[in-house]
């Protein structure tokens, strides 16, 4: 592979090193590798180049002309396996469907930059600017990173090749680095998103004294890989933990994307988007309120144990929403106006009410009164 930098080619000898590079790349069918180059010479021309612009331009044709196959190779034997070759190290989504993605604002317009630097690559390319190919996604468990991974390869119209690196070094301890290499190699095979989930399992810090030596020959190989990665595919890390993260690979990454936990706005759309109309707005909104702090994945699950409560006991989802806030939320500061909502709206009675939050009838009814404005 060539060296990477791409500043060795504006030495006076830069047009001999480009030509054996490429030859070398290219003899080795390397595809993503061939483009990576082209990529490193529009945006620093050798000097020795008559007319820099035409050569961008002369390159950019070139690359425009042989576009990338659109796919993996998806056969079962092409699939990065461990050492016996029983089990896939990845799982690969050759169509992904993403649900409709509810993020923080700032999140969202990364996350379309991130897809319109590839719709619009063309014209970065004829200014010599590269595209975002490497990105790290941080933030709490449970936020919408797998799933805005998912997003941006259902957008991007590519495959999505997964990796959980907690598993594959805790599964296969001793053969790690080959491991992942094998993985970068492939996803290099073809325009894809590749994610690499759980980070932070391998791309620790390496002063960490805990860690052991194959791991931070592990920190090694990513450094390198991350320098390498060709802008026909997307890498995406992801880490709950980015304190965790050795300084070198943080640098190493385009963009820095930090996911946090939803506010109001976020849960409440969330939310809304599960609901179907089977609650009302208002308890959709208390809902939301009430969950303050929570994560996208904590509110889906919630969601999902009141639709199968619903089910079970042949009740109204408001019904099994109502029951099971009240008894999970017994203290909290808007306890009252979820019990005025549970008496009004479904005519539950101040013994049930007390019965599901843990206090007596009497408390019941003195919040449901200050609820109203009464005392």
């Not at 080619?9 to 595809?31: F, K």
């Not at 495959?159 to 992942?180: H, K, Q």
């Not at 479904?346 to 003195?366: D, K, Y």
Request: proline residues 5%; aromatic residues 4%; neutral net charge.
């Amino acid at each position: 592979m060539a060296d990477r930098n791409p500043a060795i080619y504006q030495s006076t000898d830069g047009l001999e090193r480009v030509v054996v590079d490429l030859v070398r790349v290219g003899a080795r069918g390397h595809a993503a590798g061939v483009r990576q180059l082209a990529g490193r010479l529009v945006r620093a021309v050798p000097p020795t180049v008559g007319d820099p612009g035409a050569f961008r331009v002369a390159v950019h044709e070139a690359l425009s002309a042989s576009k990338p196959s659109a796919g993996l190779r998806f056969d079962s034997g092409a699939i990065p396996a461990d050492g016996d070759g029983t089990h896939p190290l990845v799982d690969v989504n050759a169509l992904p469907i993403a649900d409709e993605l509810v993020v923080d604002q700032r999140v969202a317009i990364e996350l379309n930059e991130i897809v319109e630097e590839r719709n619009r690559a063309d014209e970065l390319a004829r200014a010599g600017v590269s595209l975002s190919r490497t990105v790290l996604f941080s933030g709490p468990p449970g936020v919408g990173k797998t799933l805005a991974t998912r997003w941006l390869a259902q957008r991007l119209g590519v495959p999505l090749v997964a990796l959980d690196l907690a598993s594959v070094v805790s599964s296969y301890l001793g053969s790690s680095g080959r491991n992942i290499k094998s993985v970068l190699e492939y996803a290099k095979s073809g325009p894809c998103v590749l994610l690499l989930d759980e980070f932070d399992a391998v791309a620790k810090r390496r002063d960490d004294d805990s860690d052991i030596g194959e791991l931070k020959r592990v920190v090694n190989v990513i450094l390198v890989e991350l320098d390498r990665w060709p802008d026909s595919s997307l890498l995406v890390a992801a880490t709950n933990h980015p304190q965790l993260l050795d300084e070198a690979i943080d640098r190493r990454f385009d963009r820095i994307v930090e996911f946090p936990l939803p506010d109001q706005t976020q849960r409440r759309m969330l939310l809304s988007n599960a609901n179907h109309g089977e609650a009302s707005a208002q308890l959709v909104e208390l809902t939301a309120a009430l969950w303050a702090g929570a994560s996208h994945s904590v509110l889906m699950r919630f969601w999902e144990i009141c639709r199968r409560k619903a089910i079970l006991h042949q009740l109204a989802l408001e019904e099994a929403l109502v029951s099971e806030l009240i008894a999970r939320f017994p203290t909290s500061e808007l306890r009252d106006q979820l019990w005025r909502h549970a008496h009004q709206t479904l005519e539950m009675s101040n013994r049930r009410i007390a019965a599901l939050a843990g206090v007596s009838h009497p408390t019941v009814a003195s919040g449901i009164r200050r609820a109203g404005g009464q005392k």
